[in-house]
């Protein structure tokens, strides 16, 4: 039985899921600093691979239980599977050249465009005035962000330096992209049926499998102290595990494009606590640009307006507004 999609960009749990899961992931990149003999493809590969591993073992019954409904969907569970596999790649690596912010602002920053663009193509979903205003607040503010970051990175830099940033740059868009692609056909399985935990446990466990070789082979660093792999637990148990865990219910009940935009809190967190914990400088820009992600997050989290229906030109009563009951996820 095919459960009705959850429209809603007003309050709700299903967008406060997704804030709680943009703080986690905001941790990501001041965590990945106190192991720095890791590099990022052994990062990408331990948070986002044995995090996708965890949710299959969670969801596995529910796996099961929908094996025939994702055997039909197997395109998009192998299309979400590739994005989850290519996503910690890119993201961090991307970190890695360009800088934790600027890495974190253009993955992030890139990825409600994609959405809504893959909605668009995909699905044939028109955009609401709300999410336009609140992605250009969203995407300035990362912009500003961005900028802020850049211009901290002092007049040092030579040829390399500024061939790593466009390098990394470049793959934090390969990021974002990935990013849009992994939550379109998670929110896919799910508006056809498929419960959220089963969904999001089927598309970041074929993830994970993809990802083992990669940690196979570079993942050494991992285990050569106690504090290296604390930072791999962390980033598997808590910013991928648990924040997609949340993430997935939030998708139950809110469009990608909406989820994608509110996940744009995650690198005004990221940029909050490498000032706070790391020591990094944020110029007035920079606070600039957190306030206006903070305003972006108040347009697509305000409550609606109830929309009235109004009667015929027949002059028949207008109908009662139908209630709208939430299913299990």
Known sequence: MTRPARHTAGPGLGALAVLLASVLWGTTGTAATFAPQVGPLAIGAAAMGLGGLLQALLAGRGIARARAELTAQWRIVLVGGAGVALYPLAFYTSMHLAGVAVGTVVSIGSAPLASALIERLADGRSLSRRWMTGAALGLAGTVLLCAAEAAQA?????????????????????????YAVYAWAAHRLITRGITSRAAMGAVFGLGGLMLVPVLLATGAPLVASWTNAGVGLYM??????????????????????????????????????????????????????????????????????????????????????????????
């Open 236 to 329: 598997a148990l808590v910013p991928m595990f648990t924040g997609y865990v949340l993430f997935g219910f939030g998708l139950s009940r809110i469009p990608v494009s909406t989820a994608t935009t509110l996940s744009l809190l995650e690198p005004a967190v990221a940029a909050v606590f490498a000032v706070l914990v790391v020591g990094e400088h944020l110029p007035a820009l920079g606070w600039t640009g957190i306030a206006l992600v903070i305003a972006c997050l108040g347009v697509l989290t305000a409550p609606s307006r109830p929309v009235r229906v109004r009667a015929a030109a027949s002059g028949a009563p207008a109908p009662r507004r139908a209630l709208v009951r939430r299913g299990s996820s």
């Open 154 to 178: 002092g007049t040092g830099t030579g040829t390399g330096s500024a061939r790593q940033t466009v390098a990394g740059v470049g793959l934090g868009l390969v990021a974002g992209v990935t």
